[in-house]
């Protein structure tokens, strides 16, 4: 085999979350992108030693038990890329790419218990849409990248993610500003105005934020975003006849910074800076940038399968760290915790956890802005807990964390988790430290993308 050479590969596996495994010649040969059980063709990219990687081409032949895709924009959509399987499938695929994932690690635990996504339609409560075009000086659209090439965007007014509001708001949003001729933000130049827009839902409430983030630049013929805002928020106000979900917080986001993220000062335009949120019995104000599960009914069910795993927190003091805006904290305060201590780094979404829990009445708990690490090593030595609950970023726990975490010795540790692969190197340092990872829960969170929640509670080994 060498590099450049295009060959056919049967793909027998697939690595978390998207490489396609497959042997030619007796070598294991990676593909991204490539499902288990397709036949692919692939250009071979890198050969070192015993690690090949290709490229793929196309698919020659489905895997035997793919059915036609639901969307219209699969064939140019990122997302959603086990579309092609049922919705039990597709999450049997995931459970074995984390399996996989604990065996290479050299851990015991495999996940025992998959839960579906109560919805595995437009389940999702927000959306980050951007502006942009599908080629060079092609006609703006607004949507998400497009598969394999990051710097173009595919106008998803069919999403099935999510419900018809959001699609509505979409295309409304994009014919508005073409009408007008407003230019997108170029990644390059840095010139232009649109950047992204931000839909987020509240499952149980119908309220809905819509954000706009633009530069707050004039360009070289004099726009610049001030002046259509009033028209943009007539257009949107405009369209409540047609939405089943409420207009409750409409912003601005001044996005004028390099980075091809959702930043800035927000200015409300309309209504009030949050939707509010209904999750396990509990009500919570949702910020612009405050963190909260992105599927509010898979949220209940992780919780629950999070939650089910302490073997008792009547009457105890719980850390809930990496809180968001409070949520597992506030259902454990709810449900008999003493006292929860939540850390949080993002300081709007401590504001929106201590407001939530005033909210809620749950005056058992207190949530402290700032890096877990930090904020533990600094904490009063009187204050201990007697369960810890982690739900860390993708980039999970990390050494230093997990090493402070394990140094209260704690009987039981939960280990909620968003990226399996961080969850593993977490595990093996908390073996180390004399805690035993044990059965794992998947949780749907995300279906059709290749992604997954998992829950994994670790006992204290008898010293
Ligand atoms: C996966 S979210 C979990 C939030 C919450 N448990 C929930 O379910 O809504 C992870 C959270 O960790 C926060 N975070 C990231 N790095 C952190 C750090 N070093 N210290 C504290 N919080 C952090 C993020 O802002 C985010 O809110």
């Known amino acids: 085999m060498k590099k450049g050479e295009v060959i056919e590969l049967f793909v027998d596996y697939n690595l978390y979350p998207n490489v396609g495994v497959g042997i030619v010649d007796g070598k294991r040969v990676r593909v991204k992108g490539a499902l288990r059980g397709q036949r692919v063709r692939c250009r071979l990219s890198k050969k070192r030693g015993d690690r090949i990687e290709a490229r793929l081409i196309d698919v020659a032949e489905p895997a035997s038990d793919e059915q036609p895709s639901f969307c219209e924009h699969y064939e140019v959509c990122g997302g959603c890329m086990l579309q092609t399987f049922s919705a039990e499938t597709q999450l049997a695929h995931k459970v074995d790419m984390v399996n996989r994932l604990f065996e290479n690690a050299g851990l015991e635990s495999r996940v025992t218990e998959a839960i ?26 607004l949507g998400m990248h497009r598969k394999g090439h990051h710097h173009d965007v595919v106008t998803v007014d069919h999403c099935h993610l999510v419900d018809a509001d959001y699609r509505l708001i979409l295309e409304r949003t994009l014919d508005f500003f073409t009408a007008l001729e407003v230019p997108k933000y170029n990644k390059f130049s840095h010139g232009g105005i649109l950047r992204h827009l931000v839909v987020r839902k509240a499952k149980a409430t119908g309220e809905i934020m819509v954000a706009l983030s633009a530069t707050t630049q004039h360009t070289e013929d004099g726009k610049s975003i001030d002046r259509y805002l009033a028209g943009f928020l007539e257009m949107l106000l405009g369209l409540e006849p047609e939405l089943s979900g409420k207009l409750t917080s409409i912003m601005q986001i001044k996005n004028d910074g390099l980075g091809d993220v959702v930043a800035g000062e927000t200015v409300v335009l309309h209504g009030r800076d949050y939707i509010e949120e209904m999750l396990s019995g509990l009500r919570f104000k949702i910020t612009l940038y405050s963190f909260f599960q992105t599927n509010t009914l898979g949220a209940e069910k992780l919780y629950e399968a999070a939650i089910g795993r302490i073997s008792d927190f009547e009457g105890k003091v719980c850390f809930d760290l990496f809180s968001g805006t409070g949520t597992i904290g506030q259902i454990l305060a709810l449900n008999g915790a003493s006292h929860v201590v939540g850390v949080e780094l993002v300081e709007d979404a401590v504001r929106s956890a201590r407001e939530n829990a005033a909210f809620n009445g749950l005056s058992n708990c207190e949530f402290i802005a700032g890096d877990v690490f930090k904020v533990l090593s600094g904490m009063d030595e009187a204050l201990l807990p007697d369960v810890i609950v982690l739900d860390p970023p993708r980039a999970g726990v990390g050494e230093n964390a997990v090493r402070k975490v394990a140094s209260y010795g704690v009987e039981e540790i939960v280990y909620v988790s968003c990226n399996p692969k961080t969850l593993t190197e977490d595990l093996r340092i908390f073996e180390q430290l004399g805690y035993h990872a044990g059965d794992v829960t998947a949780v749907d969170m995300f279906p059709w993308a290749g992604h997954v929640e998992t829950v994994v509670k670790l006992q204290r080994r008898n010293p």
């Open 116 to 141: 579906e996504s109560p919805e595995v339609f437009e389940y999702r409560n927000k959306m980050e849409f951007s502006f942009g075009d599908m080629e060079k000086g092609g006609a703006m659209t």
